[in-house]
C-alpha cells in the first residue's frame, strides 16, 4: 500500500502544475455562451498545442498516451488551478475514444485531428424525450436509402448541440430486432436543413443544453461506426469512457467547493460568532469533508484495480452517486449558511459571493439526474456490483 | 500509488478469515456470549500462536513487528465475525506499554503481553465521571515514594479475564495494576454488546506495581491507532451485515419474487454497500498514515472514526431492517452485529467528537491530506 506518487508521477504532476500556472488564461468570460465557447476554442488550441489535449489518446492519435495515473493527476490538477474546460469535452472524452476503438482507418483519419484541435465540436445524441434511462427504447429511425441513411426523429438533453458539427448519434436501423440489437451508431452532420437545435432553458436560466430534430436528415453508410446493428455496444464503450474519465477532476472540483464553504463559514455571522464556530455548521462541514477524503480514497483503490484488471468495473457507479449526493450537500449546506441573505441571487448588489452558491444549489440539482441518475446507479450497483436479481 | 493489499497482508487476511470463520461460528460465538466471564480461553491461545497479540507491537519485545495496516486487515476479520475476544484490550495496553514504559517495564510486561501469556487493559474512565478523552479524575495520590490509587474506574473492557491494568491518573498517568492485587474489585457490568463485556473496577488504598515515564500526550498515537483499529472492526462488522443481507435478499420471495429484486430492498443493500466502501477507504487511508505518513494520522484517524462510528451500526441496523422480523430475533446472529456496532460507536470518541477534530482542522485552513 502506497498513497503517494512515485518519483516519475511527482515529475508529470510538477510539469502539469508548472505549464497551467503560465499558460492559465483567467476566468471565463462573465458572457453569453457564445463569448464563452470561444475562450474555450482558443484555451483547447493552446492545450493542443503543448500536447495535453486528449492526453488519455494513444499517441498514434495525437494523443500524450498517459497512464490512468497520469489522467488522473492532469484531470486533479487542472481543477485544483481552476483551468477552463476545452471547449470540446464530449469529443475528447467520448467522441475521439469511441472512433479509436471502433472506427474505420478512414475515420480515423478524418475525425481524431479536428477534436483534438477543437476546430469540430461534438455532441450526443443519445436521449430522447422518451427513452431516458430507458436508452435502448430510444425511437429516432434511420433507414437505408441508398448508400446513405434517412434520419427522423427527436433528441434531447444534447449540450452544445447548437455548436456542434458532429453528432455521436444511436438510431433504430431495425424495428423488428430486440430493443438492444436494432441500434446503429452513426457521426451526424450537424450542418444540414434536416437538423434543428432548439435550446432548452434550464432552472438556471442557462441554455446549456437542447432538443434536436432530425427530419429526414442524411447521414452516409461510411458514417456507421462500429457496424450496422451495434450501436449499443460502441454507445456503452462512450459511457464508460465518460465515467472513468471524470472522477478525479470531480474531487479536485468538490475540494475547491469545500474551500470555498469553509471560507464562506468564517466570513458569515452567526449566534455573535461566526458559522465557523456554530457547533451545527462544524458538524456539517467536517462530514463533508470526511465524504469528499472517502470518495478520494475510493477513486484510488478504484485505480489501483482498474490498472490491475486493465477495465473500469461497476464499483465506478459509487463514485458518481457519491460526487451527485456530496455536491448536493454541499451546495444546500451554504445556502443555509447564507440564511435569510440566500434569497439573493447573481445581479442583486447583496448577494453573498456575488449570488455563486445560488447558482450551484440550483446547478448542483442536475448531478443526480446527468450521466446516469443515482437510482439507475443503485440498480447498477444491486445488479452488478452484489449480484441482486433483475426486477425487469 | 498503489492502494490495496501487498501479497503479505492479503495472507494475513485470508489467514484471519478463514480461522476465525471456523473459530466464531455462530454456535460458539452464544455459547461465549451467554457465558460467565465472556472470555474464550481456548481460542485466545489459538490467536496467541498465530502471532496476533502482539501483531503490531515491536519485534524487540516478542511483538511481530507489523503495522497498522496489517493490524486494521486483523480487525477487519475480526468484526467479520463479531469475535468475542480481549484483542483490542489487550493491543491498546501494548501499544501504551510500548509508546510510554521503560525498557524494565517493556521486559516485564510487555514482552509477556506480545507473546500471548498474559493480557493486560487500559482502565481510564471514572466512574460517575463524564467521560471525556484524555481527562482522568482519579489522582495518583504519594505515599512517601510510592504511589496510592483510589477510586473506580468504568467502561473497562474485558476486565475480568486481564491480567493487569492500566490507569490513568488525572496526571496524564498511567500504573500497572496487576489483576490480583489487594484492594483491586472487579465489578461486572450489564453491557449493551454482550460479545465485548465491559466491567468496573474499584480500587482501595492499591499500590501500582509501575507508573510508566510517559505521560499525556505520549499517548496520542496510541489512541489514533486504536481508533484505526476499532474503525476497522465496525467496517468488518459492516461487511458482514451486508454480506447476510444480500444472501437474504436472494434467497427471500415474496410477491413471487426474491425481495432483492425489489429496488426498497436493492437500494437499501446498495446504500449499505456505499458506507462499508467508504468506511473501508477511510480506515486503510488512515491505516496507511499511521505507518507511512504519520503527520496526517490525527485527521485521517478522526475521518476514519467517524464515518466507521456510524456505518458500523447503521449498517447492521439496515441489515435488520432487509431481514423484517426474523431479523429483530434473539435467534439470527444479526443483533450480536449491530450492538457491537453501536457499543463500537460510543467508544474511543463518538462521530460526533470526531467530526469536531476534523472541522478543527479543516476549518484552520488545513484542507486536503498532504499526498495528492
Not at chain 1, 482507418?105 to 461534438?122: F, H, N, S, V
Not at chain 2, 507473546?115 to 505515599?143: C, N, Q, W, Y
Request: aromatic residues 8%.
Amino acid at each position: 500500500m502506497d498513497l503517494t506518487l512515485s518519483p516519475s508521477e511527482e515529475e508529470f504532476r510538477d510539469e502539469v502544475r508548472s505549464w497551467l500556472q503560465e499558460n492559465h488564461p483567467g476566468p471565463e468570460p462573465e458572457a453569453g455562451l457564445d463569448e464563452v465557447m470561444a475562450f474555450r476554442r482558443d484555451w483547447q488550441r493552446q492545450l493542443h498545442a503543448a500536447g495535453w489535449a486528449g492526453i488519455s489518446w494513444p499517441k498514434e492519435y495525437g494523443g500524450r498516451g498517459a497512464t490512468m495515473i497520469e489522467q488522473a493527476i492532469f484531470a486533479a490538477e487542472a481543477t485544483r488551478q481552476e483551468a477552463p474546460a476545452p471547449a470540446n469535452v464530449l469529443g475528447l472524452a467520448m467522441g475521439g475514444p469511441v472512433v479509436i476503438a471502433h472506427g474505420s482507418d478512414e475515420q480515423k483519419a478524418r475525425y481524431l485531428e479536428p477534436i483534438l484541435t477543437g476546430e469540430e465540436i461534438w455532441c450526443q445524441g443519445f436521449s430522447e424525450p422518451e427513452s431516458g434511462s430507458d436508452l435502448a427504447s430510444l425511437k429516432t429511425r434511420a433507414v437505408k436509402d441508398g448508400d446513405e441513411w434517412v434520419v427522423t426523429g427527436q433528441k434531447v438533453w444534447t449540450t452544445f448541440a447548437q455548436y456542434a458539427k458532429w453528432c455521436m448519434l444511436v438510431a433504430r436501423t431495425d424495428s423488428d430486432a430486440p430493443k438492444h440489437q436494432g441500434l446503429t451508431y452513426f457521426l451526424m452532420d450537424m450542418e444540414q436543413a434536416g437538423v434543428q437545435t432548439r435550446p432548452l432553458v434550464q432552472i438556471t436560466g442557462e441554455g446549456e443544453f437542447n432538443e434536436v430534430f432530425f427530419e429526414e436528415a442524411r447521414v452516409p453508410d461510411a458514417n456507421v461506426v462500429g457496424g450496422v446493428g451495434n450501436g449499443w455496444a460502441v454507445a456503452i464503450t462512450t459511457l464508460m469512457n465518460e465515467r472513468a474519465g471524470l472522477a478525479f477532476g470531480a474531487i479536485s472540483q468538490i475540494q475547491n467547493s469545500l474551500g470555498r464553504l469553509s471560507k464562506l463559514a468564517r466570513e458569515t455571522p452567526a449566534n455573535g460568532g461566526t458559522a465557523a464556530e456554530d457547533p451545527y455548521f462544524r458538524q456539517r462541514i467536517a462530514q463533508l469533508h470526511i465524504e469528499v477524503e472517502t470518495m478520494r480514497l475510493n477513486a484510488y483503490r478504484g485505480l489501483t484495480k482498474t490498472m490491475q484488471s486493465g477495465i473500469p468495473g461497476p464499483e465506478g457507479s459509487l463514485g458518481k452517486w457519491q460526487w451527485a449526493d456530496i455536491n448536493q450537500d454541499l451546495t444546500e449546506l451554504a445556502l443555509e449558511i447564507e440564511g435569510a441573505y440566500s434569497t439573493l441571487a447573481r445581479g442583486s448588489g447583496h448577494a453573498v459571493a456575488g449570488g455563486a452558491w445560488q447558482y450551484s444549489f440550483l446547478r448542483s440539482r442536475a448531478n443526480s439526474i446527468e450521466g446516469g441518475t443515482t437510482d439507475i446507479l443503485k440498480n447498477i450497483i444491486a445488479e452488478r456490483v452484489l449480484g441482486l436479481p433483475r426486477l425487469r | 500509488m498503489y492502494f490495496d493489499l501487498t501479497d503479505e497482508q492479503q495472507a494475513i487476511k485470508s489467514t484471519a478469515h478463514d480461522f476465525l470463520g471456523a473459530r466464531f461460528k455462530s454456535e460458539r460465538l452464544r455459547e461465549i456470549a451467554a457465558g460467565e466471564s465472556g472470555f474464550d480461553e481456548s481460542g485466545w491461545k489459538e490467536m496467541a500462536e498465530l502471532g496476533w497479540a502482539g501483531l503490531a507491537l515491536p519485534e524487540e519485545w516478542g511483538g511481530q513487528g507489523l503495522g497498522i495496516v496489517d493490524l486494521a486487515v486483523l480487525f477487519e476479520e475480526m468484526g467479520h465475525v463479531c469475535a468475542p475476544s480481549p484483542l483490542l484490550s489487550n493491543t491498546i495496553a501494548g501499544l501504551a506499554i510500548a509508546a510510554a514504559g521503560s525498557d524494565e517495564q517493556k521486559e516485564r510486561w510487555l514482552r509477556p503481553l506480545a507473546e500471548g501469556e498474559l493480557r493486560g487493559t487500559p482502565a481510564l474512565f471514572d466512574a460517575g465521571h463524564p467521560v471525556e478523552i484524555g481527562k482522568f479524575a482519579m489522582t495518583a495520590e504519594s505515599d512517601g515514594d510510592a504511589v496510592v490509587l483510589n477510586g473506580e474506574k468504568t467502561l473497562v473492557m474485558d476486565a475480568a479475564s486481564a491480567g493487569f491494568f492500566l490507569v490513568a491518573t488525572a496526571d496524564g498517568h498511567r500504573h500497572i495494576v496487576e489483576s490480583g492485587a489487594g484492594g483491586v474489585t472487579v465489578i461486572p457490568e450489564e453491557s449493551i454488546d454482550p460479545t465485548r463485556r465491559l466491567s468496573s473496577v474499584r480500587f482501595e488504598g492499591v499500590r501500582p506495581e509501575a507508573t510508566l515515564p510517559g505521560a499525556g500526550e505520549d499517548y496520542i498515537p496510541v489512541f489514533l491507532r486504536a481508533c484505526v483499529a476499532l474503525a476497522a472492526e465496525s467496517t468488518g462488522l459492516a461487511q458482514r451485515a451486508l454480506e447476510m443481507s444480500v444472501a437474504y435478499a436472494k434467497d427471500r420471495q415474496q410477491f413471487g419474487r426474491p425481495i432483492g429484486a425489489y429496488q426498497a430492498v436493492s437500494h437499501r443493500c446498495a446504500q449499505m454497500l456505499l458506507e462499508t466502501e467508504n468506511s473501508r477507504s477511510a480506515v486503510y487511508g488512515a491505516a496507511w498514515a499511521a505507518d507511512a505518513e504519520p503527520e496526517s494520522l490525527p485527521l485521517a484517524a478522526a475521518m476514519a472514526k467517524a464515518y466507521a462510528s456510524d456505518a458500523g451500526w447503521r449498517v447492521p441496523d439496515a441489515a435488520i431492517q432487509v431481514h423484517g422480523g426474523i431479523g429483530f430475533t434473539w435467534e439470527h446472529d444479526l443483533h450480536f452485529f449491530l450492538k457491537r456496532g453501536r457499543a463500537n460507536a460510543a467508544s474511543l470518541g463518538d462521530a460526533k467528537w470526531h467530526r469536531e477534530r476534523v472541522a478543527d482542522a479543516v476549518l484552520a485552513g488545513e484542507t486536503a491530506p498532504a499526498s495528492s
